[in-house]
T-cell receptor, first 113, second 112 residues
Framework: DTGVSQDPRHKITKRGQNVTFRCDPISEHNRLYWYRQTLGQGPEFLTYFQNEAQLEKSRLLSDRFSAERPKGSFSTLEIQRTEQGDSAMYLC???????????FGPGTRLTVT | GESVGLHLPTLSVQEGDNSIINCAYSNSASDYFIWYKQESGKGPQFIIDIRSNMDKRQGQRVTVLLNKTVKHLSLQIAATQPGDSAVYFCAEMMDSSYKLIFGSGTRLLVRP
């Protein structure tokens, strides 16, 4: 399978704990995106990388959120001191520089109890 | 602010009929529009896209229409099949930013 993969698929954590998600993009894609989706809503943009550079961050991305893509391949999204409002599906997508089409992974569903 | 919205939250059609899903967008500066299909528990799946310099684009059983005058986007699905049942999102993007702005989605239900 050469699509976008995300790990874990599901995460349940207690409020106040830190969590980290991983995304592996399609291998030849140099752009990588993180989105958050709550039930019944469309995905909301969080941040994106071109290679290892983080080029844009949404105002939704509070100080508790940090994303990295250290070698321009996989990326991690960390949420510190999780809150119940962080419960959502976290989606990763990737694209090439040739076209705009973003391919999404299956997402990581986070539940904060 | 920028937003993409949909007129109908749920659309129910008979198998074999054509489906039309509509979307209104508010950012006249958007350069690129995309329709995604999302099945339960999965990430959005690209269906078809269209640039702002076009008004129609056809794919396999799907057609996207763009009316920039009224800032309206539609997705037409021909001969709707049970496998088309899903939530459909429109999204927009500007060339100056690669972030997609999504609407809230329309659920398509296909009756056998």
């Amino acid at each position: 399978d050469t699509g976008v993969s995300q790990d874990p698929r599901h995460k349940i954590t207690k409020r106040g704990q830190n969590v980290t998600f991983r995304c592996d993009p399609i291998s030849e894609h140099n752009r990588l995106y993180w989105y958050r989706q709550t039930l019944g809503q469309g995905p909301e943009f969080l941040t994106y990388f071109q290679n290892e550079a983080q080029l844009e961050k949404s105002r939704l991305l509070s100080d508790r959120f940090s994303a990295e893509r250290p070698k321009g391949s996989f990326s991690t999204l960390e949420i510190q001191r999780t809150e119940q409002g962080d419960s959502a599906m976290y989606l990763c997508a990737s694209s090439s520089t040739i076209n705009y089409e973003q391919y999404f992974g299956p997402g990581t569903r986070l539940t904060v109890t | 602010g920028e937003s993409v919205g949909l007129h109908l939250p749920t659309l129910s059609v008979q198998e074999g009929d054509n489906s039309i899903i509509n979307c209104a967008y508010s950012n006249s500066a958007s350069d690129y529009f995309i329709w995604y299909k999302q099945e339960s528990g999965k990430g959005p799946q690209f269906i078809i896209d269209i640039r702002s310099n076009m008004d129609k684009r056809q794919g396999q059983r799907v057609t996207v229409l763009l009316n920039k005058t009224v800032k309206h986007l539609s997705l037409q699905i021909a001969a709707t099949q049970p496998g088309d049942s899903a939530v459909y999102f429109c999204a927009e993007m500007m060339d100056s930013s690669y972030k997609l702005i999504f609407g809230s989605g329309t659920r398509l239900l296909v009756r056998p």
